[in-house]
């Protein structure tokens, strides 16, 4: 299964805005007819989420600088 499926709808949509399309979180909240607010903490949400799914399968990518 993809890793992105892991995350909740509201949550792979503000991340493919915002980190694949590169949009400003102004228009990715519009488009989800949310708060600026609400899609930074869906992109939060979703960063731990991918992150920890990469270090369960793929350890030898997983970021070594942060703190878990």
């Keep these: 299964a993809l890793l992105s499926e892991s995350l909740g709808r ?3 949509a503000a ?5 694949s399309e590169g949009l400003p979180t102004s228009e990715v909240a ?5 708060t ?18 990469i270090k369960a399968r793929f ?4 970021p070594k600088s ?3």
């Design 10 to 12: 509201k949550q792979r």
């Design 15 to 19: 991340f493919v805005l915002r980190e």
């Design 30 to 34: 519009e488009i989800l007819e949310t």
């Design 36 to 53: 600026e607010s609400a899609v930074r903490n869906h992109i939060l949400h979703a960063r731990r989420t991918l992150r920890e799914g």
């Design 59 to 62: 350890p030898e990518y997983a």
């Design 66 to 68: 942060r703190k878990d």
